[in-house]
Nanobody, 119 residues
Framework: QVQLVETGGGLVQSGGSLRLSCAAS????????MAWYRQAPGKEREFVGI????????QYAESVKGRFTISSDNARNTVYLQMNRLKLEDTAVYYC????????????WGQGTQVTVSS
């Protein structure tokens, strides 16, 4: 099992920045792909981006490309989501997730952290 804990959410003004962290523990070697998802009120959960172990593979949703950056610190078993130029529509609960392969659905989820962008 892999346990994931997100931190760093909060309230930020439009155009501002925020960095989320996801600390992983347990059998992290079994889940080499770490992803971020988000779910806005009344909407389905959507993919934000994914990073492979070692950071050799990165993919982002079109809606965040150029504004959000995913990075990892393997020594700390932590993945980060740097969010810049935030927009009102980025308001959502952000979840960290871990997968066995690039295309398989996540096997482990964090509890989520709220990000609210105000005007």
């Amino acid at each position: 099992q892999v346990q994931l804990v997100e931190t760093g959410g909060g309230l930020v003004q439009s155009g501002g920045s925020l960095r989320l962290s996801c600390a992983a523990s347990g059998r992290t070697y079994s889940r080499p792909y770490m992803a971020w998802y988000r779910q806005a009120p009344g909407k389905e959960r959507e993919f934000v981006g994914i990073i492979s172990s070692g950071g050799t593979y990165l993919q982002y949703a079109e809606s965040v490309k150029g504004r959000f950056t995913i990075s990892s610190d393997n020594a700390r078993n932590t993945v980060y989501l740097q969010m810049n130029r935030l927009k009102l529509e980025d308001t959502a609960v952000y979840y960290c997730a871990a997968s066995t392969t690039l295309t398989s659905p996540p096997n482990s989820w964090g509890q989520g952290t709220q990000v609210t962008v105000s005007s």
